[in-house]
């Protein structure tokens, strides 16, 4: 409903002024509007989802060359699915996390990387001025692991996930 001016005076003359019923979408366009708006509403809302993939608990351990892995971090990367990163220490994977912590990692076939870097030792410069290390190390650490376990693909380590159980892994990692 709306408010009709006769032609002649505006809204804000003195003059007589009627209602009458105003055009409206889906009057004009066969009552098709009262169709499509609650379809296009419902897909959005139930067709997206939350975007959140599905995770399982993942533990197990991680050895090099027969010895548990002292540290390190691992990284499991499903197709479709955010990342999932976990801690190892003695050894063992802990706190596999996808969204928060300890959520687990995304469900699927998933390829994984591990990296472990020794801690750097401390730098200390006696005095102001003095010249810093120049290894390229000094503040990263020195990688205890060959470099292709650090790429999901060159690593050659996969891990299946699935829904509802622990899953277990175990990663036996060879020097060269």
Excluded at 127 to 151: C, F, I, K, Q
Aim: with cysteine; aromatic share 6%; glycine share 12%.
């Amino acid at each position: 409903m709306g408010i009709v001016w006769p032609a002649n005076k505006g809204p804000h003359e003195p003059g007589i002024y009627t209602y009458t019923k105003r055009w409206t979408a889906p009057d004009q366009c066969g009552g098709v509007m009262r169709y499509v708006l609650p379809g296009i509403v419902c897909v959005a809302l139930v067709g997206c989802g939350s975007g959140v993939s599905p995770t399982a608990d993942v533990t197990g351990e991680v050895t090099l060359d027969g010895k548990p892995l002292e540290t390190g971090v691992i990284i499991f990367e499903t197709t479709g699915a955010r990342p999932s990163t976990g801690k190892i220490e003695n050894g063992k994977i802990v706190e596999v996390t996808t969204y928060k912590t300890g959520d687990g990692a995304s469900v699927g076939q998933s390829k994984v990387s591990i990296t472990a870097f020794k801690p750097p030792e401390s730098v200390e410069v006696s005095h102001p001025g003095d010249e810093m290390p120049t290894d390229a190390n000094y503040m990263v650490g020195t990688l205890l692991l060959p470099e292709r376990y650090s790429n999901p693909e060159s690593s050659g380590l996969t891990a299946e996930i699935k829904e509802g159980e622990n899953n277990v892994v175990k990663f036996d990692l060879v020097s060269n």
